[in-house]
């Protein structure tokens, strides 16, 4: 168990709607990474949260945006989706603002499905 | 531009045998590399690191070696078990940057 929670474990949801993907780092982590993984590929970075403050930014696309909370838990909010956007969505987090020398440590992942 | 890639996609290995999976990087300023592991249904799992002031790295069973001459990364695995079929990720990090992944190989453990 990495310590890193996501909910919910699967969405399914219909094209042009809006979902909400939560998170919730491994205690004491300050950061909080999202990646995409589409299916049979690598993990494609979106946004990197350090303390509530936006940090890095990756493919992340213009329907799509997060946020860090006081309490550190992060939310990525996905809209007008497409049937594109169909993927796993994970987080990840560490207790520093870069990846230097420390890992990151990922949740097992929301797998959204868009029909 | 930069990026990290792997050799071989699918690696298959009979049970017993030592599994080497190969990770190729493009960034020479990336100074910290790391090697995932994910099993179906689950989250990159982290096996071993390797900072870029070492070449090699050994931990329970696996091995990781880095040459930085050939921006060339290496995961090796030690007596493979049928618990080791998963997909193997390279990560490096440059300073600033973000950690970028490579695509994965799929290990096949053969019984």
């Known amino acids: 168990d990495s310590g890193v929670t996501q909910t919910p474990k699967h969405l399914i949801t219909a094209t042009g709607q809006r979902v909400t993907l939560r998170c919730s780092p491994r205690?004491?982590?300050?950061?909080v990474y999202w990646y995409q993984q589409s299916l049979d590929q690598g993990l494609q970075f979106l946004i990197q949260?350090?303390?509530?403050?936006?940090?890095a930014k990756g493919n992340i696309l213009e329907r799509f945006s997060a946020q860090q909370f006081p309490d550190l838990h992060s939310e990525l909010n996905l809209s007008s989706l497409e049937l594109g956007d169909s993927a796993l969505y994970f987080c990840?987090?560490?207790?520093?603002?870069?990846?230097?020398?420390?890992?990151?440590?990922f949740g097992n992942g929301t797998r959204l499905t868009v029909t | 531009g930069e990026s990290v890639g792997l050799h071989l996609p699918t690696l298959s290995v009979q049970e017993g045998d030592n599994s080497i999976i190969n990770c190729a990087y493009s960034?020479?300023?990336?100074?910290?590399f790391i090697w995932y592991k994910q099993e179906s249904g689950k989250g990159p799992q982290f096996i071993i690191d390797?900072?870029?002031?070492?070449d090699k790295r050994q931990g329970q069973r696996v091995t990781v070696l880095l040459n930085k001459t050939v921006k060339h990364l290496s995961l090796q695995i030690a007596a493979t078990q049928p618990g080791d079929s998963a997909v193997y990720f390279c990560?490096?990090?440059?300073?600033?940057?973000?950690?970028?992944f490579g695509a994965g190989t799929r290990l096949t453990v053969k019984p």
């Open positions: 990840a987090s560490s207790p520093r603002a870069g990846g230097y020398n420390s890992p990151l440590h």
């Open positions: 205690s004491g982590d300050l950061s």
């Open positions: 949260y350090y303390n509530g403050e936006e940090r």
């Open positions: 960034n020479s300023a990336s100074d910290y």
């Open positions: 390797i900072r870029s002031n070492m």
């Open positions: 990560a490096e990090n440059t300073p600033g940057n973000d950690m970028r």
